[in-house]
């Protein structure tokens, strides 16, 4: 590891390509290159490339500050958090406009939704961990507590969608809990935890509280994860690389909690209010489709099939592919060419299975747009119903009844989150209980409570985030149990 290198500007703001280790800035012997999505050819910065060396620096790091830090009461961790949720907002465009840049995210959507949601991340963890009441009962002749114990250092994987929300919503629990952290964030747009990184200089964590560390998965993500001081692992990406995590996790014995990918059904029934449904339907089309929770596979009902796939492709002309600093523009790019090379293969293997492409289906020239993409696939097998796509691809298949829906929804390997379209409360109870997914919408899509459970059914994950759910995957839970009577 090597002092700091400079930062570079991106967009007018100076960002660090070093990682974050003990409260300093160090860099690595090598970098490696991060691009903008939304011109290739620009490149943001050459980012330290963190090695097994940088990997055990931090964990020493986290591990050095755990005590203070767990001895802390809640509320004085949730100062600190607090301090930091209000530099987030205060911090708002900057962290904005270079997520935007390095991740190809819509700008508006970024201050509006992402980063304002990463300050609400601390806050509600702040609040949640200083208002936490311990659980006490008497049973059999003694008096029962339940506490919660920080557990130690927490590393924390992160993908390259919304970096800079999902990052918080993971760290914010942990902190919280007492845990320090180790953060690695994905190498294809490590910027904007960069900028989190110097948030929590700012707000004034003791150092080694919160480390950040920057390279690519295979090689830094391995010691990281497999380092026998780190007391939980949360990862957020692929059910790929979860396998891998999965197994370091399981030789150290540490809780691990892993949020996966998704195939979410958008079920619409008869009874729905067709334009609204049709309207969400185009709508998943956001972020170019490199959204977890999106509901890539329609399902319609046969006997409004085709009015409701004719308002459908209303809604779709009606989206602008552009620079996602314009406000006017509503999908953003693809991260990476590699990205878009994977997706074009699903639609070229799509074609070759007999799937028909509705709409859509080629790139763009010169740009990392992929056409909003419809398909009616050849049958439920085919590989573009049962595997995520992660880009601008929807299927479309039609369904008799609600029988035949629930069955269809649930035939995939995943189950993350579904919408359903209905004006029946009855249905919306029944189809929501039939759903084997972490989340059912109905009638609306994305809207959520922090404190709600959060994660996937199948290999869409292990575990539940959100509320409480967190805060006790965080801590040792620990039952003190004293004899009545024999204290006073
Ligand atoms: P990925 O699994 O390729 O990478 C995720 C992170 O893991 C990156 O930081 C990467 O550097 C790191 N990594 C890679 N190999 C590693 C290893 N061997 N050890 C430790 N770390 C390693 O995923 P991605 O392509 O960045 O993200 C897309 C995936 O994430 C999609 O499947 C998507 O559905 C999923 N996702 C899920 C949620 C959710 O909440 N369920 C949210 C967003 C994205």
Redesign the pocket.
Known sequence: MNSATPRVIVEGVAVSPDHLIGGARVSSATTFEDRSPLDWSWKLADVARGDAGTADAAVTAADDAFPGWADLAPSGRAEHLHRLADLIDAHNDEIAIVETVDMGMLLESMRQRLVARGAINFRTYADLAATYEERHWTSKGTTNTVQRMPAGPAVI??????PFM?STWKVAPALAAGNTVVL?????SPLSCSLLADLTVEAGFPPGVFNLVQ????E???P??GDPRVKRIS????????R??GR?AAENIVPFT?????KGPLIVFADADLDAAARKAAGQYDDSG????AGTRILVQSSVHDEFVKTFHQHIDAHVLGDSRDPATTIAPMIHPD?VARVEGFIERALANGDTIVRGGHRIDDTLHIEPTLIEPASNDSEVVQH?V?GPVLTLQRFADEDEAVELANSTAYG?SAIVYTSSQERAQRVGRALRTGIVWVNTFLVRDLTAP???VGI??IGR?GGDYALDFHSDLKTLQILEGSTS
């Open positions: 994987v992160t993908p390259w969608n919304a999902l690695k964030p994905a190498e294809w390279g690519i998965g295979e830094v993500g391995p990281l994860v990862f957020t990406g692929s059910p790929e690389t979860a891998h995590i370091s892993a949020e996966l990918g998704g490199q959204v977890c929770l990205h995520e992660f993350l959060f994660g996937g869409s994950g985030e």
